[in-house]
């Protein structure tokens, strides 16, 4: 089933409920809260899910992947601290909800899928095509980027990568951020990584999280 595209009262009062959770879980940058409370998270999820979309947990998208926990989303933008028109890379389009809320917040979006199959899903019905023009979607492995683009501001990763992926650190500006969780299985871990002057990456450490899997090539 398509997702409904009906943005009511209710579904709004939904959301309203959802950033006040996520507040109490710690969020705090209100222009991360502000872009969760005004984009409709239900649009990217199959009208079955149009009222557990508020619900704080992660769905499937199809090609075993998943649509992130709203505070994952929250929590990962969070460190990332874009400013606007911040050059964002973002390694796993999936439904492209986090791609349109770093979108909402003013970024120019350039987000990788692997996945033939989402990535052509979301070119056909991607609602905000108007809304949000900024945000540039391709077809390809993450691990490699996007150098013909670099340098960016920020880049993200939202899948759980095995190391640290040299290609996506090369491509950042003197003083960007590269959010990754790193690890296999049920050892991951969010790092963060601060590009310094002299080429090199300081390296932050953050909590124990759980993505699927970050794979190299392109699937059809």
Known sequence: MQPTYNDSFRHKGLR?????????KGITNQKVLDAINHVPRHFFLDSALELTA????????????TISHPHTVAYQTELLQPAHFDKVLEIGTGSAYQSTILAQMGCRVFTIERQKQLYTRVQAHYPFKK????IKFFFGDGFLGLPNYAPFDHVLVTAAA????QQLLSQLKTGGHLVIPVGDGSSQQMKRYTKQADGTAKEELFEACMFVPMLQ????
């Open 16 to 24: 309203k409920q959802l950033v006040d959770g996520l507040r109490q």
């Open 217 to 220: 090539g392109k699937a059809s």
């Open 54 to 65: 508020y619900e704080d947990r992660a769905f499937p998208i199809g090609e075993g992947q």
């Open 131 to 134: 809304e949000y023009p900024l």
């Open 162 to 165: 095995p190391f640290v992926p």
